[in-house]
């Protein structure tokens, strides 16, 4: 198959891409958050094509992706007034939230569950698209499976050259980390996946809010989770990740005293000129955790090397946004975490 690169701002992109997805064919989208590979959300066929061109389990749901807020009532059910708040402050953007499905939803989209997770994605093009294609786009990030997510198109054609129909070329994404996921299916707001929108924006708007402990921990391969994907090494590089915490000069120390040839180190912008001879690799300034979203999945390639020993990586500490990057760089290093003012 040859892979259609199509410009975003071409006027006729839209709709030759809607026409694609009405044909049952898989478009990789541009979002504000990560590529997706999109394909109509309720043609069973075209939702198995996802599953393939990823090689993804087939017990992990996809996100169900609407042009509009209102649309979620024609998928989801027993909609919760939260919802609708939740929609109000945050959509277009980078939330998806888990409500009860209607039966229009294809099993297969939402991998049997009786839930359905949805998201208005803030990429005007892309919500051109869905409107022109008539059906939600289901669209989990554009990455093989198990590997770090797609934030550029051309880490999608790196991944799917020859496999898909077509990529929309949106230029870079601007958050860089996936959407956050919030479950609203049970009495009490439930967070699945940390992302742009952060927990305290939620608490404002929820008053309330439960982390999920596939949040924090590794989960079990066998284990049943209200967050399926959660439980996968996601975000990985093909060598060990561990991560360096601690101050910036104790971390180098640490760094320094362990490195062996082979080895690299991920590290802040603030802290390369520390790591001479480590072949230091920055994604973004400490002082501005938003760009360390953004450069995360782009660096996790760069470093998605057999070749590579061992990673040590510097995680920004505290709340907001930085929640989103600990999270993912945790499960890139599948929880090894050393304290380098404990240990040296
Ligand atoms: O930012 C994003 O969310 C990107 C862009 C393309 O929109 N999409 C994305 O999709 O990250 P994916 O498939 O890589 O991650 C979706 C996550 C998975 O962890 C999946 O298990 C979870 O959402 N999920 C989907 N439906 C669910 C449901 N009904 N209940 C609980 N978790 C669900
Ligand atoms: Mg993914």
Redesign the pocket.
């Known amino acids: 198959m040859n892979t259609l690169f199509l410009q975003a701002n071409a006027a006729d992109t839209p709709q030759i891409a809607a026409e694609i997805i009405q044909n049952g064919g898989l478009v990789a989208i541009p ?1 504000e ?2 590529y ?1 590979l999109g394909a109509d959300g309720l043609n069973p066929d075209a939702v198995a094509k996802i599953f393939q061109a990823k090689g993804r389990p087939q017990d ?4 169900l ?1 609407v042009a509009q807020a209102d649309q979620i009532q024609l998928f989801c059910r027993d909609i919760p007034e939260a919802a609708y708040r939740l929609a109000e402050a945050f959509w277009p953007g ?1 939330l ?1 939230m ?1 409500l009860p499905a209607r039966d229009s939803v294809p099993l297969s989209t ?1 991998a049997g ?1 009786p ?3 949805v ?1 208005c ?1 803030d990429n005007a093009v892309t919500r051109e698209i869905i409107r022109l294609a008539g059906v939600p786009l289901a ?3 554009a990455n093989i499976s198990g590997k770090p997510s797609t934030t550029t198109a051309e880490h999608v054609l790196h991944d799917h050259d020859g496999n898909i129909d077509a990529i929309v070329d949106g230029g870079p994404c601007r958050v860089g980390l ?2 956050t ?1 919030v ?1 609203l299916t049970e009495d009490r707001p439930r967070l ?2 940390p992302g742009g929108i952060t927990p305290e924006q939620l608490l404002e708007v929820l008053g309330d809010l439960v982390v999920d402990k596939a949040v924090t921990a590794q989960i079990d391969q066998d284990a049943v989770v ?5 439980k996968y090494r996601h975000y990985a590089p093909q060598c060990q990740v561990l991560i360096v915490s601690g101050s910036r000069e104790k971390a180098a120390a640490y760094i320094r005293s362990h490195f062996a040839p082979g080895d690299r180190v991920l590290c802040f912008d603030e802290e390369i000129s520390l790591y001479d001879g480590c072949d230091p690799l920055s994604y973004g300034s400490e002082a501005d955790v938003a760009t360390l979203c953004a450069g995360l999945f782009s660096a996790l390639r760069v470093l998605d090397d057999p070749s590579i020993g061992t990673v040590y990586a510097r995680c920004p500490v505290g709340g907001g946004v930085a929640y989103a990057v600990q999270n993912r760089l945790k499960k890139a290093a599948a929880f090894h975490i050393v304290d380098a003012e404990v240990e040296a």
């Open positions: 979002t958050t990560v997706g992990n749901p996809l996100i992706h980078p998806t888990v939402r569950l839930s359905v997770a998201r994605p669209a989990p990030s996936e959407s996921i479950d699945l996946r209200k967050a399926p994907g959660m």
